[in-house]
């Protein structure tokens, strides 16, 4: 078949016209089943397309492509190289393209540049260059350095088909309780939004086209406010509360992707209590979608809710409710209802386009709204340039990802995000002494001094700890650290006995801001890292390299402080023991 063949049988491909002609082209052609489809946005997993996804308990690739005509998919879990997401990428493609129009498939992802594993938030860097969290790169203040992380990033995901990045996440991190900081750029707003702008355009480019990874901003309208600091995944996380009424405060990120160009939003789980606003889970929420996006923002992008509002599911077994918060009891045909009242385009995380139908056979909704939602969706595919080819090179996907000048970048971030908070004269320590080290391979260590066995016999240790949170019941909500910032008794103790024994450095990785008093009270140096290799770290311990980390949030004194403070409003701890912006020079 020529491609003037191809081009009369499908007219939408025809790139000699608008995309707003081609998408109606293509809309024209749809039944009202392919139309489905497309609202939903689920996950997948590398592998046999033939193969269901255990963990999540989702359908093959198959039947979601070719039964339920779904073509938006968040990539799920690491891979070993740039070519095996590629070959599969590609063999997703091929599938789709067999379906009766050949509409191909966009591949989103969480962020996967880092050191944190969350099969709810994040993924492991695998064979991709990697970096310090978002909180590091806030931590570096250098908005040239997040730009150029984002166009680093955004030439490894387009090398093996990853075409929508479900970030950046630009809530404040306002509760420092709560277990979602880490992909955050700290609790100030202006920086926050100055480097979220970075972010979008490091990653979309100087204009959107088919090199562009789209930007699905979240969580929309602010998502730091919670109750206690829980996370609503969870049912006890449920509320956003504003004692301080700063509602308005945590839009100012949004407002700054905004006009830096973002192409979509993903409203988060939460539901504001005490507001002007409809009291129920913002993805449901005609007030804040369409009031507050659509109509006094002027958003007309891609709105994707965040993953499983509708349906109840198991995860690694385990049964978890739909984040339904406020309307739990509400059947799932009507919470669908409710999500496309308020504004919304896509489902995220669910695969349920039969309820959909069911809703436009009774007429609760009709083919107009669905063509609303259908034309943005359809618009991000053409603009991304997806029609005209979907495919990777997988040759080149292995030379791209993980490239060593890509790598090189990363683990300078990484040193560069590196924050000293305290320092008695032990840092920057000469390289050749005796050395005490936990949480660090000696083989690392040994390129930095003699590794001993025991604080006795060395001149100096390094012990590096994660911060502290709380156990809960399930896997699922032991991957988001709530819960008490203080250290268990334990492990202060042990810190202190090897103090005492010998000038100590302690390292935290600080997902939240951790209570550290104690360990200050006792150790030599202490730093803190949001995502650092052993070696980049000794290099900054040992003077290889220069410190420059600067504190994105407060560190707060105590836990009573923490309760005392109100969630909405930034730098709220009364008298903390370090503020935003501290960190000392080596």
Not at 5 to 28: G, H, N
Not at 95 to 103: D, E, K, N, V
Not at 112 to 121: D, K, L, M, T
């Given at each position: 078949?020529?491609?003037?063949?191809?081009?009369?049988?499908?007219?939408?491909?025809?790139?000699?016209?608008?995309?707003?002609?081609?998408?109606?082209?293509?809309?024209?052609?749809?039944?009202?089943?392919?139309k489905a489809g497309l609202f939903f946005h689920t996950m997948i997993a590398i592998g046999d397309l033939d193969e269901a996804n255990p963990i999540f308990g989702t359908p093959s690739a198959r039947e979601f492509v070719e039964v339920k005509n779904m073509t938006h998919f968040n990539l799920?879990?690491?891979?070993?190289?740039?070519?095996?997401?590629?070959?599969?990428?590609?063999?997703?493609?091929?599938?789709?393209?067999?379906?009766?129009?050949?509409?191909?498939?966009?591949?989103?992802?969480?962020?996967?540049?880092?050191?944190?594993?969350?099969?709810?938030?994040?993924?492991l860097a695998g064979p991709f260059s990697q970096w310090p969290e978002t909180l590091g790169l806030a931590a570096t203040r250098d908005p040239e350095l997040v730009e150029r992380f984002a166009d680093i990033a955004r030439q490894e995901y387009t090398a093996v088909g990853l075409r929508v990045?479900?970030?950046?996440?630009?809530?404040?991190?306002?509760?420092?309780?709560?277990?979602?900081?880490?992909?955050?750029?700290?609790?100030?707003?202006?920086?926050?939004?100055?480097?979220?702008?970075?972010?979008?355009?490091?990653?979309?480019?100087?204009?959107?086209?088919?090199?562009?990874?789209?930007?699905?901003?979240?969580?929309?309208?602010?998502?730091?406010?919670?109750?206690?600091?829980?996370?609503?995944?969870?049912?006890?996380?449920?509320?956003?509360?504003?004692?301080?009424?700063?509602?308005?405060?945590?839009?100012?990120?949004?407002?700054?992707?905004?006009?830096?160009?973002?192409?979509?939003?993903?409203?988060?789980?939460?539901?504001?209590?005490?507001?002007?606003?409809?009291?129920?889970?913002?993805?449901?929420?005609?007030?804040?979608?369409?009031?507050?996006?659509?109509?006094?923002?002027?958003?007309?992008?891609?709105?994707?809710?965040?993953?499983?509002?509708?349906?109840?599911?198991?995860?690694?077994?385990?049964?978890?409710?739909?984040?339904?918060?406020?309307?739990?009891?509400?059947?799932?045909?009507?919470?669908?209802?409710?999500?496309?009242?308020?504004?919304?385009?896509?489902?995220?995380?669910?695969?349920?386009?039969?309820?959909?139908?069911?809703?436009?056979?009774?007429?609760?909704?009709?083919?107009?709204?669905?063509?609303?939602?259908?034309?943005?969706?359809?618009?991000?595919?053409?603009?991304?340039?997806?029609?005209?080819?979907?495919?990777?090179?997988?040759?080149?996907?292995?030379?791209?990802?993980?490239?060593?000048?890509?790598?090189?970048?990363?683990?300078?971030?990484?040193?560069?995000?590196?924050?000293?908070?305290?320092?008695?004269?032990?840092?920057?320590?000469?390289?050749?002494?005796?050395?005490?080290?936990?949480?660090?391979?000696?083989?690392?260590?040994?390129?930095?001094?003699?590794?001993?066995?025991?604080?006795?016999?060395?001149?100096?240790?390094?012990?590096?700890?994660?911060?502290?949170?709380?156990?809960?019941?399930?896997?699922?909500?032991?991957?988001?650290?709530?819960?008490?910032?203080?250290?268990?008794?334990?492990?202060?103790?042990?810190?202190?006995?090897?103090?005492?024994?010998?000038?100590?450095?302690?390292?935290?990785?600080?997902?939240?801001?951790?209570?550290?008093?104690?360990?200050?009270?006792?150790?030599?140096?202490?730093?803190?890292?949001?995502?650092?290799?052993?070696?980049?770290?000794?290099?900054?311990?040992?003077?290889?390299?220069?410190?420059?980390?600067?504190?994105?949030?407060?560190?707060?004194?105590?836990?009573?402080?923490?309760?005392?403070?109100?969630?909405?409003?930034?730098?709220?701890?009364?008298?903390?023991?370090?503020?935003?912006?501290?960190?000392?020079?080596?």
């Open positions: 078949m020529t491609n003037t063949d191809v081009i009369t049988a499908r007219p939408w491909l025809d790139t000699s016209l608008a995309i707003d002609e081609r998408v109606q082209l293509l809309l024209d052609e749809m039944t009202i089943v392919e799920l879990g690491a891979a070993t190289t740039g070519r095996e997401i590629a070959a599969w990428q590609n063999e997703l493609q091929r599938l789709a393209a067999s379906t009766r129009l050949g509409i191909p498939v966009t591949l989103s992802t969480d962020p996967r540049h880092s050191f944190s594993e969350n099969p709810g938030a994040s993924i990045a479900l970030h950046p996440q630009v809530d404040l991190a306002t509760e420092p309780r709560w277990a979602r900081q880490t992909a955050t750029f700290g609790e100030d707003p202006e920086l926050t939004g100055i480097l979220g702008a970075a972010y979008i355009r490091g990653f979309q480019g100087d204009s959107f086209g088919p090199g562009s990874v789209s930007t699905m901003t979240k969580h929309f309208p602010g998502g730091g406010p919670q109750l206690d600091g829980e996370d609503p995944h969870f049912p006890y996380g449920r509320e956003q509360v504003y004692p301080g009424d700063e509602f308005e405060l945590h839009l100012k990120p949004f407002e700054d992707a905004l006009a830096a160009g973002t192409r979509q939003m993903m409203p988060y789980y939460g539901m504001p209590v005490g507001t002007e606003y409809e009291e129920v889970g913002f993805g449901f929420n005609r007030s804040v979608i369409t009031g507050l996006l659509r109509e006094r923002f002027g958003f007309d992008g891609v709105v994707c809710t965040d993953w499983g509002l509708i349906n109840d599911a198991e995860i690694f077994g385990q049964p978890f409710p739909a984040r339904a918060w406020g309307v739990e009891d509400l059947t799932p045909r009507e919470r669908m209802l409710k999500v496309l009242d308020a504004g919304v385009d896509q489902f995220g995380g669910e695969d349920c386009p039969e309820l959909l139908l069911e809703l436009l056979a009774d007429g609760s909704v009709s083919e107009e709204r669905l063509d609303v939602s259908a034309r943005r969706i359809l618009r991000e595919k053409f603009e991304l340039g997806l029609f005209e080819d979907p495919f990777v090179d997988e040759d080149a996907a292995d030379e791209i990802v993980g490239r060593a000048e890509f790598r090189a970048a990363g683990e300078a971030a990484q040193r560069a995000s590196v924050t000293v908070l305290t320092n008695d004269g032990a840092l920057p320590f000469a390289t050749g002494l005796k050395l005490y080290v936990e949480g660090i391979d000696a083989e690392v260590a040994a390129a930095y001094g003699e590794v001993v066995a025991t604080p006795d016999e060395a001149d100096l240790a390094v012990i590096r700890l994660q911060a502290p949170f709380e156990q809960r019941d399930t896997t699922f909500e032991n991957f988001f650290h709530a819960g008490s910032l203080e250290f268990p008794d334990e492990v202060l103790d042990h810190v202190r006995a090897i103090a005492g024994a010998v000038p100590t450095v302690v390292d935290v990785l600080a997902d939240r801001p951790p209570i550290l008093q104690p360990i200050t009270d006792a150790a030599a140096a202490v730093t803190v890292n949001w995502g650092v290799s052993a070696a980049a770290l000794l290099d900054v311990l040992s003077g290889v390299a220069s410190a420059q980390g600067r504190l994105p949030f407060d560190l707060p004194r105590s836990m009573a402080a923490v309760v005392a403070s109100r969630p909405d409003v930034p730098f709220d701890t009364a008298d903390p023991l370090f503020r935003f912006g501290h960190g000392l020079t080596l």
